[in-house]
């Protein structure tokens, strides 16, 4: 019987060296692979805690963290610790106001623009008056007031939206149809107050300008935060809880789609009469991996807002001008209110909240004003890019006439 060859010892060298190599190789994969999924789970639980503290992700509660608020004095919920249940503190205001005779709220146009934007609010407002002069109900006069982040003199003046209103009167249709009383005014904003971009770092919007025009609308100037380094916006109060009961914020860029967009407003106000807030979501498809929660389920800043209720202006309008400063108001409304530390606040006061179609909101994307005619019968006016028009126009009459056919 034959014996194997002997190895060298060179040979069980180079084979021990081998084998030791392999397992040092093997070891060193596995500790990079264990610190680099510890770095991964690291990264995770700084960017939820990050997230949890910031409000822009659900947070899973534990016992009965969800009933804790951060609200205080008598804007806080009152919790029963017997059986947990919330009640309101702070009681909306139900009641409409005493110069307004009629049992319809006292509504307020609102038109904020900077001064760059002033040839498309005048031609917005011709819009607005062409669809209006079409409408054969009778229409409550609104009053409309064109709010200029700027100076005067660099603002549309009285002699420029005169022109506009008359150029649309005719035997049977005069503007104080529509819009009773045409008010201007001027918040005399800096460069750095007027500010509106986008932040790469922050990853999202920085809008100075609007949240200063919009706060000054409930006569909130001095929040903490809300007047960046300490400016003094030269805005006189202009106290429209003693005039109004609700204000609609629309932007130039709001398109009427029906001839009677106003008594379909007023019609849709009285109807859901008292809420604080009413407004569209967006209504447009993300296109990037997730969505950004929650501010992609926000209600878009075009919309109508309550005047005059403390429980809205003193806790949350002056709750979000201090925690989102420079955020544009309808998404820090969106981050405040949903903010975990705000459950039980939100859980009492959600339904004031009201998410309707009286208005759409398409953002800057084009939109087909005929499919939305044809699908939307409520919608009165849509806040969105320019319309299709031309060659596009035929693809937006082809998906109609598809409607029609299966309906």
Not at 99 to 106: F, G, I, L
Not at 206 to 229: K, Q
Not at 243 to 268: G, I, K, N, T
Request: charged share 20%; glycine share 4%.
């Amino acid at each position: 019987m034959r014996r194997a060859p002997a190895l060298s010892r060179a040979s069980l060298r180079s084979a021990k060296e081998s084998r030791f190599r392999r397992t040092t190789e093997r070891r060193h994969l596995t500790q990079f692979i264990g610190s680099l999924w510890g770095v991964i789970v690291w990264f995770l639980l700084v960017v939820q805690v990050l997230c949890w503290y910031d409000g822009t992700f659900p947070r899973l509660r534990m016992g009965d963290w969800g009933a804790r608020t951060t609200a205080s004095g008598s804007d806080a919920p009152w919790l029963d610790n017997q059986s947990g249940a919330l009640y309101a503190r702070c009681v909306p205001r139900t009641t409409l106001l005493t110069t307004n005779r009629s049992s319809r709220p006292n509504v307020l146009l609102v038109v904020p623009y900077p001064p760059k934007q002033a040839p498309q609010v005048l031609e917005t407002l011709r819009q607005w008056l062409r669809q209006a002069s079409a409408c054969a109900e009778t229409a409550y006069a609104s009053d409309l007031l064109l709010f200029c982040s700027r100076a005067e003199t660099n603002c549309l003046q009285r002699e420029q939206v005169q022109l506009v209103l008359d150029s649309v009167r005719n035997e049977t249709f005069r503007s104080e149809q529509v819009f009773s009383r045409v008010l201007l005014r001027f918040a005399n904003l800096s460069d750095y107050a007027d500010a509106y971009y986008f932040s790469r770092w922050r990853r999202r919007h920085i809008s100075r300008g609007t949240a200063n025009l919009f706060y000054a609308l409930f006569d909130l100037y001095h929040v903490p935060g809300s007047t960046s380094r300490h400016e003094e916006h030269r805005i006189h109060p202009m106290g429209l809880a003693l005039q109004y009961d609700y204000f609609v914020w629309l932007e130039p860029d709001v398109y009427a789609l029906r001839p009677c967009f106003l008594p379909m407003l007023h019609r849709s106000v009285a109807k859901r009469h008292p809420f604080w807030v009413m407004g569209s979501a967006p209504l447009y498809q993300r296109h990037r991996w997730c969505v950004t929660w929650p501010h992609d389920h926000h209600l878009n800043g075009n919309a109508v807002y309550r005047l005059g209720d403390p429980c809205f202006t003193h806790t949350v309008l002056r709750g979000m001008a201090t925690r989102f400063p420079d955020e544009p108001f309808d998404s820090a409304m969106q981050r405040w209110r949903m903010a975990t530390a705000h459950d039980s606040w939100w859980r009492v006061y959600a339904h004031l909240f009201v998410y309707t179609d009286w208005i759409q909101n398409y953002g800057s994307r084009a939109w087909c004003p005929e499919l939305v005619s044809k699908t939307s019968p409520f919608t009165a006016m849509v806040h969105g890019g320019q319309p299709y028009r031309n060659e596009n126009q035929d693809a937006c009459v082809a998906a109609v006439t598809s409607i029609l056919r299966r309906s």
